[in-house]
């Protein structure tokens, strides 16, 4: 098999880890030793590809998480009302709202430390406000003011947005506040003369798969994180 272990250097410093990103590809034989100089190797398969599964199996990889990608086209709706971009003050309340929203992820344990899911999205949360990883985060807000959910945003250098993260606080479940969301989203990548906007989720996440779906959303593709611990 031949393929690419990659160094993943910001996840490493974040964690305090030595993990790496297997790619299939290449012209360099994978010596299976090689993965034994990380603590971590990670690898992503679509999967539809059973021998490169079968492959990867065989090399002690367990499969993490199943993922499924969206399409949408960017529907030609007005602003959705209740929706305002978020600013540094709104970061403490993000931060929080994203920890707890995405504890239970592929960063989970046993792979990763107890609390570091939680931490990843919340940094992530912060630095999409910041526009230093996703460009632009919106908060959904009820008539007080009071925060029910976000969005993060981010453009693509094909003309298309990808959805980063998004979360609806509990008590704001079932108020229609993830389709006000996906409005926003899609006005947001309508206003910059986008032409797609993507979105991905756990395939085991039904209630944010029938929301993209419902929202006109397409599947694309579905593809298998898979890991090797070595310690």
Known sequence: MFATLKPLAWENAFFDHNSALLELQGETLLLPERLDDYDLVQVKLPAQQSVELDAVNALGFQLVEAEVDCVLGIAATGRPEGVRIARPEHIPALRQMAAEAFSFSRFRTPWFAAGDSGRLYAEWAEKAVLGTFDHQCLLAVD??????GFVSLRELADGSARIGLLAVLPAAQGLGVGQRLMAAASDWSRARRLERLHVA???????????????????????????????
């Open 201 to 231: 989720t756990q395939l085991g996440n039904l209630a944010a798969l029938r929301l993209y779906l419902r929202c006109g959303g397409v599947i694309e593709r579905t593809a298998y994180w898979l890991y090797r611990k070595t310690s």
């Open 143 to 148: 008539q007080q003011g009071a925060m029910q």
